[in-house]
């Protein structure tokens, strides 16, 4: 079975500063990879994923995640936060070769403070 | 075009009532998919949907629980009865069958007291 660690409840940064969200997983075969956000009072979010390919993804708003296969980790970082990111991030999992349904993690509260 | 709706956006009932939320994916959209978070913790897998068929249901928590998906466009999510421990917030994604992402709804929270 598959599962996603996400280690850190709330992370706080200064606007500007660089952010960053670890997640860690653990899958049978390859994986498919993804951060979710979460906005207050909206729903989650699409932010990036990986599929295949290079180990560095870009996605929206800025933000990129590195595929770790020996340390199986795609943590999510952003070089200079804004406040607006202040959100719940969300990693998930799935393995490539069985089933639609998604693995997540318990999330992080991110606070950038101005 | 219009995103996954959910409704209602937020219920309150009574422990032993029963609750029916609702989910309408995005126009297309074969795969229909049922989440829930439940006190602040992970996301967890509920069932998917393929059109109309039950395609994996192996999240589903007991038979409290009833999941249907009529005609293969909207989805209902049953709940009865319904017990203290069913509070937290389900969500409701849909994909296409071409892609790996899925396409979030807003939630609905639930409240038993």
């Known amino acids: 079975a598959q599962s996603v660690a996400q280690p850190e409840d709330q992370v706080n940064v200064a606007e500007g500063n660089p952010l960053t969200v670890k997640c860690t997983y653990s899958?049978?075969?390859?994986?498919?990879l993804f951060w979710y956000v979460q906005y207050p009072n909206r729903g989650l979010q699409f932010l990036l994923k990986?599929?295949?390919?290079?180990?560095l993804v870009k996605g929206s708003y800025g933000f990129e995640a590195e595929f770790n296969k020996s340390q199986t980790s795609f943590h999510l970082k952003k070089p200079s936060a804004l406040v607006s990111d202040s959100a719940l991030y969300f990693c998930?999992?799935?393995?490539?070769?069985?089933?639609?349904?998604?693995?997540f993690g318990g999330g992080t509260r991110v606070l950038v403070k101005p | 075009e219009a995103g996954v709706t959910q409704f209602p956006s937020h219920s309150v009932i009574e422990k032993g009532q029963t609750v029916t939320l609702r989910c309408d994916p995005i126009?297309?959209?074969?795969?229909l998919y049922w989440y829930r978070r439940v006190m602040g913790k992970e996301i967890k897998f509920l069932l998917h949907?393929?059109?109309?068929?039950?395609?994996?249901e192996s999240g589903m928590p007991n038979n409290r629980f009833l999941a249907e998906r009529t005609g293969g466009t909207y989805s209902t999510l049953k709940v009865q009865p319904a017990e203290l421990e069913d509070s937290g917030v389900y969500f409701c994604?849909?994909?296409?069958?071409?892609?790996?992402?899925?396409?979030f709804g807003p939630g609905t929270r639930l409240t038993v007291t």
């Open positions: 994604a849909s994909s296409p069958t071409w892609t790996n992402e899925q396409y």
């Open positions: 899958v049978s075969g390859n994986p498919y």
């Open positions: 990986y599929i295949t390919g290079d180990n």
């Open positions: 998930a999992v799935r393995p490539q070769a069985a089933g639609n349904k998604l693995t």
């Open positions: 126009s297309g959209h074969d795969n």
């Open positions: 949907f393929v059109k109309e068929s039950k395609q994996d």
